[in-house]
């Protein structure tokens, strides 16, 4: 019933449309943008992005940045760490830099990372050819900045609330004067989150039923330290030098209490009961250099731009699993199962490229090369704790070392007339990997050159009527984490194990659009994927195993429509609403079958802003979005829902800004999967802790100062695979 509720109450917005009078409304100039009318408005539409303004987001205001992206149009996270935009696979950027973590990793930084550091959140659906060629879409996070000479010192703090409480605190600083501009920002956090999962696995073959029934309480918890320092020095009026220094140190640690009780032959009652307890953990350390030399032409958009990029990524980390099998009658089944685990990964990523851009008459013309070197090591131990002393077990163990080359070049040009508007790119790369399991004693070499063409273009129809339409080529490549051959267990009966031969996926996306006075709009999209890699689940009905792995699928299709408002109730009253509806089919052989799934599915996305007071800078905010059933290869994925609210007023003279928020009032975002195919039969539920309450302030100390120079630097691909 809350799911109907939520669903009508997003659907109001546009029926008072209807029925809406025009009202007198700032007109936005510029052919390529949709904006909402204020300043700073919550949600940005541009030909080639939409801009969310996270600083203007009150109930993403004090949390976290993890948190925060589900209040994005379209954008979606997932139980295993994975985040989707509009059901493409993103690549998630910082101030121009890619973040190149994967899965649980991505989120513990995303985590740690203070909302209140970043001003904006891009999403960048069809990214143009000075982008790397990696993922479906680009996810860019742009930190706040300061705009004049003098000092800045931004505070900010806050604590939340859920079954467990967590708190944040950062501060954000710029110094500015003559030839000189220093810049950084620091974040510490401290999180306890309470993991709870169920899941069922049934085992059926000609001779045999068993239904094993698993609950899973478990506490996620972690300290990070985030920090970023810059330096840029103009050398002349036309030349700029900079530094930059990124940094992050984490620890965290997982505790889960497993009770898995086993029913055969379709009895009422359990015949045993396995008792798990599974402990892991870790640190990561992860640093990124960077040296930048800027030369500006005597053109407004002329300019050469070198970059030079260092990543060191190392996260040693550990796991203990110990297993108790008793019977019916509490007797001891087996001899217990205990043991530990060891892995250390180091990742290193060079890279230099180079971008000169300039102009001929009414053309816009940027070109640039790149070179990027990745090289990972990956050392799995597995010990047998079973007696007082570990006992090292050499064939299930592994080193894994992974190399990747990519030379790429790229140019794209940009101009206009009196009616169109438009884009062309294309961009070059020349791919070359080499996986080696030492012990497996096996190598998987891959070598591939390929082009990726974009293209932007804007037609004018009336000064309130544009269409306007875009095309990409892009690659998904595996990030390391799902090639690495180690085996992972998580108990006697199940493991996680990554594949070695696992090749990149290849993406076509179109989309087709129209704009109404710059605050309505309605596209068509169509992407078509080929090679799709996801993990997949593999339960072995004879022997009772259960293990999830990586595999290329053939076919991901997905077309659809989207629509964006934006409402004005009253003066004090505004509404941006967003709907989505898709068709997806999924088709590949898998096992000893093939599946052919589709589905029709809707999402919708609605954020209520509330003036209440404009001299105190009293406002509030009701947020909410809704995902119904959708697939992805064989697993049938459940609805999804959430709800939240938050007021905040200006405090000292607007000097300081005290929040309230609250998230997923009806604790509706679970992860709910099922799997139904041959005879594998298995799913899961998961529920962390959604359902939050935060109080957060912060605090302006100080000048108001200068930006720091943004750019963009060389290593802009190769991190969200590395696992940071």
Request: aromatic fraction near 12%; proline fraction near 3%.
């Amino acid at each position: 019933m809350k799911t109907y509720t939520l669903l009508i109450m997003m659907c109001l917005p546009f029926l008072a449309l209807a029925q809406k009078k025009k009202t007198d409304t700032t007109e936005v100039k510029k052919l390529d943008e949709v904006a909402i009318n204020g300043v700073k408005p919550l949600i940005v539409r541009k030909a080639d992005r939409l801009i969310f303004n996270l600083e203007n987001s009150i109930s993403s205001s004090g949390g976290n940045v993890w948190d925060a992206l589900t209040k994005v149009p379209s954008v979606q996270t997932n139980f295993d760490g994975g985040i989707t935009a509009g059901n493409k696979s993103v690549v998630v950027y910082m101030d121009g830099k890619p973040l190149r973590l994967s899965g649980e990793n991505l989120a513990t930084y995303l985590r740690s990372l203070p909302a209140d550091q970043i001003a904006r959140i891009e999403l960048i659906s069809n990214p143009p050819a000075s982008f790397d060629a990696d993922g479906g879409a680009v996810l860019q996070l742009i930190s706040k900045k300061n705009k004049t000479d003098g000092l800045n010192v931004t505070l900010n703090g806050a604590y939340t609330q859920a079954t467990y409480g967590s708190s944040t605190a950062s501060t954000i600083f710029n110094y500015r004067k003559d030839k000189l501009n220093i810049y950084g920002n620091y974040g510490y956090s401290r999180r306890k989150k309470k993991a709870g999962e169920t899941e069922y696995i049934i085992y059926e073959s000609p001779d045999n039923y068993s239904y094993w029934d698993n609950i899973k309480d478990g506490i996620r918890s972690g300290s990070a330290n985030s920090y970023r320092m810059g330096l840029d020095y103009d050398l002349d009026k036309k030349q700029v030098l900079g530094l930059l220094i990124n940094g992050y140190n984490g620890d965290n640690e997982r505790t889960n209490n497993v009770s898995t009780s086993i029913y055969n032959a379709h009895r009422s009652t359990a015949d045993s009961l396995l008792k798990t307890n599974n402990n892991s953990g870790g640190t990561t350390d992860q640093y990124t250099f960077n040296v930048n030399y800027k030369l500006k032409t005597d053109t407004m958009t002329g300019g050469l731009n070198i970059d030079l990029d260092y990543v060191p990524y190392r996260s040693p980390r550990f796991q203990s699993v110990n297993n108790l099998s008793l019977l019916s009658d509490g007797t001891q089944a087996s001899n217990p199962y205990r043991i530990n685990t060891t892995s250390n990964q180091k990742i290193d990523i060079w890279s230099v490229k180079a971008d000169y851009a300039w102009k001929i008459k009414s053309l816009n013309i940027e070109s640039g090369i790149k070179y990027s070197g990745i090289s990972t090591n990956n050392s799995n131990k597995y010990y047998n704790n079973s007696s007082s002393t570990p006992v090292f077990v050499a064939n299930r163990s592994d080193d894994f070392i992974y190399d990747e080359n990519t030379s790429a070049a790229y140019s794209s040009m940009a101009g206009s007339s009196a009616k169109w508007e438009y884009q062309v790119g294309l961009r070059a790369e020349y791919t070359r990997t080499k996986g080696h399991s030492l012990t497996l004693n096996s190598i998987q070499k891959n070598s591939y050159v390929k082009l990726f063409p974009t293209l932007f273009a804007v037609y004018k129809l009336t000064d309130n009527h544009d269409l306007n339409f875009s095309y990409g080529y892009r690659i998904s490549r595996p990030d390391y984490g799902r090639l690495n051959p180690f085996k992972y267990y998580t108990s006697p009966y199940s493991y996680m194990v990554g594949n070695p031969t696992l090749q990149p996926a290849f993406i076509h996306s179109a989309e087709l659009g129209y704009t109404y006075r710059k605050e309505y709009n309605f596209s068509l999209f169509y992407r078509n994927t080929s090679g799709y890699f996801s993990n997949i689940t593999v339960q072995d009905n004879e022997n009772k195993l259960f293990y999830d792995t990586q595999q290329n699928l053939e076919l991901s299709l997905t077309t659809g429509f989207a629509i964006s408002a934006v409402v004005r109730i009253a003066k004090w009253w505004e509404i941006n609403n967003f709907v989505q509806g898709t068709y997806k089919r999924e088709k590949s052989g898998y096992l000893q079958g093939t599946y052919d799934y589709d589905v029709a599915s809707i999402y919708a996305n609605m954020n209520n802003s509330f003036n209440i007071h404009s001299k105190s800078g009293l406002k509030a905010e009701l947020s909410g979005w809704y995902s119904s059933p959708t697939i992805q290869g064989i697993y049938k994925l459940n609805s999804t829902f959430d709800l939240s609210a938050g007021i905040r007023r200006n405090i000292a003279k607007g000097k300081g800004t005290i929040r309230l928020a609250a998230t997923d009032l009806f604790n509706g975002n679970p992860y709910r999967i099922d799997v139904d195919y041959l005879n594998q039969r298995n799913g899961f539920r998961e529920q962390t802790d959604t359902r939050s309450v935060t109080l957060s302030m912060s605090w302006k100390l100080g000048n108001i100062v200068g930006a720091p120079r943004k750019r963009n630097t060389g290593s802009e691909d190769e991190k969200k695979r590395a696992g940071y």
